[in-house]
T-cell receptor, first 115, second 118 residues
Framework: AQSVSQHNHHVILSEAASLELGCNYS??????LFWYVQYPGQHLQLLLK??????LVKGIKGFEAEFIKSKFSFNLRKPSVQWSDTAEYFC?????????????FGPGTRLSVLP | EPEVTQTPSHQVTQMGQEVILRCVPI?????FYWYRQILGQKVEFLVS????????KSEIFDDQFSVERPDGSNFTLKIRSTKLEDSAMYFC????????????????FGNGTRLTVT
């Protein structure tokens, strides 16, 4: 079964700092990749997704992620974070034909941005 | 943009009691899911539902759990006899199979119901 790991449990940055959150997965086949964000007290929201094509994908709020197949990675980046980016970030991988058992979330990375 | 809505936002119940968590998926979506997130842990898959039947379920989804689509809009998760370890945030999700391939659409999540079992 596939698994997803996220490099950091908690990241603390100052505003305007650059962000990179690591995500690695273990699965040898074709995957769809996602980053979701969960702001305090709110639901999971899709930041960006990769299905196929350009491995550099751009999402909402200035986020982007790069799929590197050889490294089984899908790291999330933002050049300049804001206080409002404080949230929990989840990498997720869907392998196979459906979103059931094959849709696996990483453990999440909590981002705290200091004003 | 249409949203998945879940009620209640917070449910407190005593151990052994039955609870029903309610979800209204986006109206034209056909595939529905329940996930849960125990505090401090990752989001876990519980069950998927399509065409009025369970299509897949995880080991977590034992006989104490059931799902139902009682009418054209609601999608419910019932826990018959709650345990302390059922305390978690429960998320409902749905996908729109009409946007490209059935399995190339992102999941749309609701706000979640926080279940606290005392």
């Amino acid at each position: 079964a596939q698994s997803v790991s996220q490099h950091n449990h908690h990241v603390i940055l100052s505003e305007a700092a650059s962000l990179e959150l690591g995500c690695n997965y273990s699965y040898g086949g074709t995957v769809n990749l996602f980053w979701y964000v969960q702001y305090p007290g709110q639901h999971l929201q899709l930041l960006l997704k990769y299905f196929s094509g350009d491995p550099l994908v751009k999402g909402i709020k200035g986020f982007e992620a790069e799929f590197i197949k050889s490294k089984f990675s899908f790291n999330l980046r933002k050049p300049s974070v804001q206080w409002s980016d404080t949230a929990e970030y989840f990498c997720a991988v869907n392998a196979g034909d459906n979103y059931g058992q094959n849709f696996v979330f990483g453990p999440g990375t909590r981002l705290s941005v200091l004003p | 943009e249409p949203e998945v809505t879940q009620t209640p936002s917070h449910q407190v119940t005593q151990m052994g009691q039955e609870v029903i968590l309610r979800c209204v998926p986006i109206s034209n979506h056909l595939y529905f899911y329940w996930y849960r997130q125990i505090l401090g842990q990752k989001v876990e898959f519980l069950v998927s539902f399509y065409n009025n039947e369970i299509s897949e379920k995880s080991e977590i989804f034992d006989d104490q759990f059931s799902v139902e689509r009682p009418d054209g809009s609601n999608f419910t998760l019932k826990i018959r006899s709650t345990k302390l370890e059922d305390s978690a945030m429960y998320f409902c999700a749905s996908i729109d199979p009409n946007r490209g391939s059935s399995y190339n659409s992102p999941l749309h999540f609701g706000n979640g119901t926080r279940l606290t079992v005392t």
